[in-house]
T-cell receptor, first 111, second 114 residues
Framework: GDSVTQMEGPVTLSEEAFLTINCTYT??????LFWYVQYPGEGLQLLLK?????DKGSNKGFEATYRKETTSFHLEKGSVQVSDSAVYFC??????????FGTGTRLTIIP | DVKVTQSSRYLVKRTGEKVFLECVQD?????MFWYRQDPGLGLRLIYF???????EKGDIPEGYSVSREKKERFSLILESASTNQTSMYLC?????????????FGPGTRLTVT
């Protein structure tokens, strides 16, 4: 079946560091790909998405590019802030079907 | 703004109790979902509903049931709570955007069963 694999956390970085959170997927076909973020004490929010190969999703300084060749959708940010501390989830789906989530990566940014 | 609300942020129940978790969305979305979130396991789908009075089992429906009598409300029921149902429960509703769907989540209910 379809699956999403994320890098294990927790990840701790200093403010202004470069961030990469790896995400790879296994699916038959070409799903839509998503990154969700969960801030402390809150539900998940859609951060960005990409619906086809080579699409780049971006939001709040975060970016991720849909790479069909490597079945990846890595999340990147050039300069992280303390306010980016959260849990990040990679997910995929096909159209009307349910979302399949990765296990989440906890990110902590220290000043 | 889409708003998904859940009846409680924190809940403590005893083993064997019947537990109701309520979820309400205010955007007339047809599709609604219940997940549980556990460390190291991510989100796992319990049940979902495509429309009023419709329900479909997700990946881990055992020990749970649901009710969708009105479009805006989707209830999760633990018929007889057990300690292994201690978890964070997240409700979501879904909107179609082009060929895709975007899910909106509530803040979650942290349930402890003692």
């Amino acid at each position: 079946g379809d699956s999403v694999t994320q890098m294990e956390g927790p990840v701790t970085l200093s403010e202004e560091a470069f961030l990469t959170i790896n995400c790879t997927y296994t699916a038959t076909g070409y799903p839509s790909l998503f990154w969700y973020v969960q801030y402390p004490g809150e539900g998940l929010q859609l951060l960005l998405k990409a619906t086809k190969a080579d699409d780049k999703g971006s939001n709040k300084g975060f970016e991720a590019t849909y790479r069909k060749e490597t079945t990846s959708f890595h999340l990147e940010k050039g300069s992280v802030q303390v306010s980016d501390s959260a849990v990040y989830f990679c997910a995929l789906n096909f159209g009307n079907e349910k979302l399949t989530f990765g296990t989440g990566t906890r990110l902590t940014i220290i000043p | 703004d889409v708003k998904v609300t859940q009846s409680s942020r924190y809940l403590v129940k005893r083993t064997g109790e019947k537990v109701f978790l309520e979820c309400v969305q205010d955007m007339d979305h047809e599709n609604m979902f219940w997940y549980r979130q556990d460390p190291g396991l991510g989100l796992r789908l319990i049940y979902f509903s495509y429309d009023v009075k419709m329900k479909e089992k997700g990946d881990i429906p055992e020990g749970y049931s649901v009710s969708r009598e009105k479009k805006e409300r989707f209830s999760l029921i633990l018929e007889s709570a057990s300690t292994n149902q201690t978890s964070m429960y997240l409700c979501a509703s879904r909107l179609r955007v082009g060929r895709d769907y975007e899910q909106y989540f509530g803040p979650g209910t942290r349930l402890t069963v003692t």
